[in-house]
């Protein structure tokens, strides 16, 4: 039996949302939200035999593997990044306040 599931898009920028809501938080436009129902069959599921086992291992069973770093011209800062930054990577920097 198919299961069913209503969601709200809104009509400006197709943000999805699961209630209604009279302004849009991403583009900030009101009274745009529509409903939409989104039927799901059993037959759009991942079968057991799909799903790849994700056994656990033992930490030290890994092995590193050396990955180039592109420095960021900022000795401290490369050195706590080990090296440099990863492509493909995301680093947060947050910025201390400062106290007079």
């Known amino acids: 039996?198919?299961?069913?599931?209503?969601?709200?898009?809104?009509?400006?920028?197709g943000n999805e949302s699961s209630k209604w809501l009279g302004k849009c938080p991403a583009c900030n436009s009101w009274n745009s939200f529509f409903?939409?129902?989104?039927?799901?069959?059993k037959n759009s599921c991942l079968k057991q035999k799909d799903?790849?086992?994700n056994i656990p291992q033992k930490l030290n069973s890994y092995e590193a593997k050396e990955?180039?770093?592109?420095?960021?011209g900022f000795g401290e800062l490369d050195s706590v990044l080990g090296g440099g930054l990863v492509k493909g990577s995301?680093?947060?920097l947050r910025r201390r306040?400062?106290?007079w």
């Open 1 to 13: 039996m198919a299961k069913s599931k209503t969601i709200f898009v809104c009509n400006e920028c």
């Open 35 to 41: 409903e939409q129902k989104i039927v799901e069959s």
């Open 51 to 53: 799903i790849k086992s």
């Open 67 to 72: 990955a180039i770093r592109n420095s960021t």
């Open 90 to 92: 995301l680093v947060l």
């Open 97 to 99: 306040a400062r106290h």
